[in-house]
T-cell receptor, first 112, second 114 residues
Framework: RKEVEQDPGPFNVPEGATVAFNCTYS??????FFWYRQDCRKEPKLLMS???SGNEDGRFTAQLNRASQYISLLIRDSKLSDSATYLC?????????????FGTGTSLTVIP | DGGITQSPKYLFRKEGQNVTLSCEQN?????MYWYRQDPGQGLRLIYY???????QKGDIAEGYSVSREKKESFPLTVTSAQKNPTAFYLC?????????????FGPGTRLTVT
């Protein structure tokens, strides 16, 4: 079983739409959780960390459900510039060597 | 300017040659990582290091070697033993702590071996 699983998509949505991505992780002892954005042929860049209480950054909202081992990302009012691959990332914690586990990414294309 | 630098951006080599990819960070991060990404696929961990002069194999370490002689530097050598070396190589770093910290990436090196 993969450490982190996410729907690869692709998601093709019109400008202004709301889109949600989901991710599950297998290690219940995981310590920290993130969403990264990766543009074509570029490095991943941190979009936001995900906290148990949920957190929002502008049009982006991230949620964590530790009981279900589930992470989500909601993008409201999609822009053309949101087109990218979104990676769900989990840190297994200091005791496991501070390793990061990546989902394979969910592809989003926002259509004019 | 704080960050992670990787050089070169593009690298071409003939089969059978070893090649070393550079990674330097000035973020004062303890941990550094090397990943490989193939087209349409996720990141796979090659090696990681949490402290100077110590490193651990990741999921796909065969055919690769690393060193960590300085905190800010973590070069990766792709040896001739690596069967399919053509890929996008990403170096990353992070702080270390109980709560877990985010990871930052360099711009990557695209290696093509023919």
């Amino acid at each position: 079983r993969k450490e982190v699983e996410q729907d690869p998509g692709p998601f093709n949505v019109p400008e202004g739409a709301t889109v949600a991505f989901n991710c599950t992780y297998s290690n219940s002892a995981s310590q920290s959780f993130f969403w990264y954005r990766q543009d074509c042929r570029k490095e991943p860049k941190l979009l936001m960390s995900v906290y148990s209480s949920g957190n929002e950054d502008g049009r982006f909202t991230a949620q964590l459900n530790r009981a279900s081992q589930y992470i989500s990302l909601l993008i409201r009012d999609s822009k053309l510039s949101d087109s990218a691959t979104y990676l769900c990332v989990v840190n297994a914690g200091f005791d496991t060597g501070n390793q990061f586990y990546f989902g394979t990414g969910t592809s989003l294309t926002v259509i004019p | 300017d704080g960050g992670i630098t990787q050089s070169p951006k593009y690298l071409f080599r003939k089969e059978g040659q070893n090649v070393t990819l550079s990674c330097e960070q000035n973020l004062n991060h303890d941990a550094m990582y090397w990943y490989r990404q193939d087209p349409g696929q996720g990141l796979r961990l090659i090696y990681y290091s949490q402290i100077v002069n110590d490193f651990q194999k990741g999921d796909i370490a065969e055919g690769y070697s690393v060193s960590r002689e300085k905190k800010e530097s973590f070069p990766l050598t792709v040896t001739s033993a690596q069967k399919n070396p053509t890929a996008f190589y990403l170096c990353a770093s992070s702080r270390i702590g109980q709560g877990g910290y985010e990871q930052y990436f360099g711009p990557g090196t695209r290696l093509t071996v023919t």
